[in-house]
């Protein structure tokens, strides 16, 4: 694996010394002083207009890491304050972190996936830590903080910020299966206990007022979660990833909440906020009172085969069923529905979708990644679709909704109208897509999908048999997962004239060995190379890389980073 990182600036970098700020020895202990050269060898930083200096990426090899204090940059002893956005992102290797009483702010996800990460000792210094810092961090058994800290502190090793008593993060290293929240804490973070999959159970104390979104994510190993009655606020995904979860209770008391056969709605149980994804029930039925099911709600449910949504249900909110494989059969009620971007993506057990009459809108990506999926009906009564040859057209005919993924045909002819972004990605039989001479919308060249100027890419075939394709020097966008799913390319060749990546534009091309990114993109999207398991070669500016999630689930890249 090899990251080249293209950058014009200079690259400078800190080794320990024995310094203070003015110059003068101090405490050989507590104090390191690194030369411009030295600091060269193990960061890369940027200076600021008052001196300081802030981390922006860790280059060395040490498994022990001692944060340098100072640095001497053009006869000037400079200190460091901030370790910036991903400075030891998927740095493997490292096992502690000693950070000097200099630094101010620890900026987001900057230690996440250090993966062999044991211990952190925050200092007295230390005013802002981002939530997601340590996210990853496996192996993670203890946080410390200084008592000086008036910001922050640790409570049985876990991270606490002062101010409102919250709960920022428990080390998902602990490996206790079981853990008591202490009765001071008031407020449990974002993402928390994200990835603690040792946990079976937590028990959450009536001094907690709220839970944080993503607060529980990926808690796999969690069976059962009681919500006692002073919680007020959960955020969206809290519980989501917990794949073994099998019910919710929260007590008679909550003014906020309440469940329902482990089911967790709000107090008039018209909104639908959680199904835990272990149950294990084949089927269900959202009860009368619901009026909406919240984003995520059913997401990653195995066992669930079918659903049927009361006459009450009006909405369905954003991949609502995200990746439930098992899910066959979708009864919609009679009163008018409106389905959610993504709402059932991933489901990869669908074969036929009937949209009935009660059906009134559907969102980009509804029926995304459905691999199974042959064809779509709509019921003659549904004045707002229509289905032609199994994919789903608005009534005019003239909108592509969703073209069926396991549709067996080669080639796709575009109609008069517009496509949905996504609407025909993930495709593994389609082949080509072919455009009309004189339409007012789109063209195609080599049996791709572009706007009619060429500037944007809109959707390359994911059955496409090439193993390599350049981009055409026209093009300045490459539109939301325009090549999803394309598993026979290997290489992609970006030109200088791209200014932008759409969201997930390149997930799961899974033989993708090598990209170059050029410097003209100024957005890079969200996820753009998610699940590129090949990748193994990219040549990237280092502003770009440092700031995105561009390359979640690239085991390769991630393993080979230190």
């Known amino acids: 694996m090899k990251i080249l990182i293209r950058r014009n600036g200079r690259r400078e970098t800190v080794f320990p010394g024995n310094y203070d700020k003015r110059g003068t020895h101090r405490n050989r202990d507590s104090m390191s002083v690194l030369s411009s050269e030295e600091l060269k060898a193990s960061y890369e930083y940027e200076k600021s207009s008052d001196g300081s200096i802030t981390l922006t990426k860790y280059i060395g090899t040490a498994e022990d890491v001692v944060i340098p204090t100072y640095a001497v940059l053009r006869g000037k002893i400079c200190s460091i304050e901030s370790i910036g956005w991903f400075t030891f992102y998927g740095c493997g290797s490292v096992r502690t972190v000693t950070i000097p009483n200099t630094v101010r702010t620890i900026g987001m996800q900057a230690f996440r996936g250090c993966r062999s990460l044991t211990s952190v000792s925050i200092p007295a210094s230390v005013e802002s830590i981002d939530p997601l810092v340590f996210l990853g961090c496996d192996s993670l058994t203890e946080f410390s903080v200084d008592e000086g800290n008036t910001v922050y502190c640790a409570i049985d090793g876990t991270l606490v910020r002062r101010s409102g008593m919250e709960l920022i993060r428990y080390p998902p290293g602990r490996g206790d299966a079981a853990y008591t929240i202490p009765d001071c804490i008031q407020a449990i973070g974002n993402s928390a206990f994200d990835g603690c999959r040792a946990l079976t159970s937590v028990k959450i104390p009536d001094s907690v007022r709220s839970i944080g979104e993503n607060a529980f994510y990926r808690c796999t190993s969690m069976e059962s979660i009681a919500i006692p009655a002073t919680v007020q606020s959960i955020g969206s995904c809290a519980f989501q990833g917990c794949s073994s979860l099998r019910g919710i209770t929260v007590s008679e008391n909550n003014p906020s909440y309440r469940s329902a056969d482990g089911v967790l709605f709000d107090r008039d149980s018209k909104i639908l906020i959680q199904y835990p994804p272990g149950r294990k029930d084949t ?5 009368e009172t619901v009026e909406s099911v919240m984003d995520y709600a059913f997401a990653g449910c195995a066992a669930l085969e079918s659903i049927g949504f009361s006459d009450s249900v009006r909405n369905i909110g954003k991949e609502a069923f995200l990746g439930c494989p098992s899910l066959r059969d ?38 995304g990644g459905c691999t199974s999926l042959r064809s779509f009906e709509v019921t003659e009564g549904n004045g707002m679709f229509n289905a032609i040859d199994g994919v789903l057209f608005d009534r005019s005919e003239r909108t592509v909704f969703q073209y069926p993924p396991a549709k067996t045909d080669s080639e796709f002819t575009v109609g008069n109208g517009r496509i949905l972004d996504g609407a025909l990605c993930g495709c593994p ?14 063209r195609s060249a080599d049996g791709v999908l572009f706007d009619l100027e060429m500037k944007k890419l809109v959707q390359y075939p994911a059955g496409k048999k090439d193993v390599e394709y350049a981009i055409p020097d026209s093009v300045e966008e490459i539109g939301v997962r325009a090549f999803s799913g394309c598993g026979n390319l290997k290489r992609i060749k970006i030109p200088d004239s791209v200014k932008k990546l759409g969201w997930y534009a390149f997930e799961d091309c899974t033989s993708l060995e090598s990209v170059r990114i050029p410097d003209s993109v100024v957005d890079l999207g969200y996820r753009t190379f998610e699940n590129c398991t090949s990748l193994r070669d990219v040549e990237i500016s280092d502003r770009e890389y440092v700031n995105e999630f561009i390359f979640e689930g690239c085991p390769v890249l991630e393993a080979g980073k230190n």
């Open 283 to 287: 089927s269900y039925r959202i009860p």
């Open 429 to 442: 039989n389609l082949e080509s897509i072919r455009v009309p001479e004189g339409h007012i919308f789109y």
């Open 330 to 367: 979708i009864g919609f009620g009679d009163a008018e529905i409106a389905i959610g971007e993504g709402a059932f993506r991933d489901c990869t057990s669908l074969v036929n979708v009937t949209v009935t009459d009660s059906v009134r809108s559907v969102e980009e990506g509804a029926f």
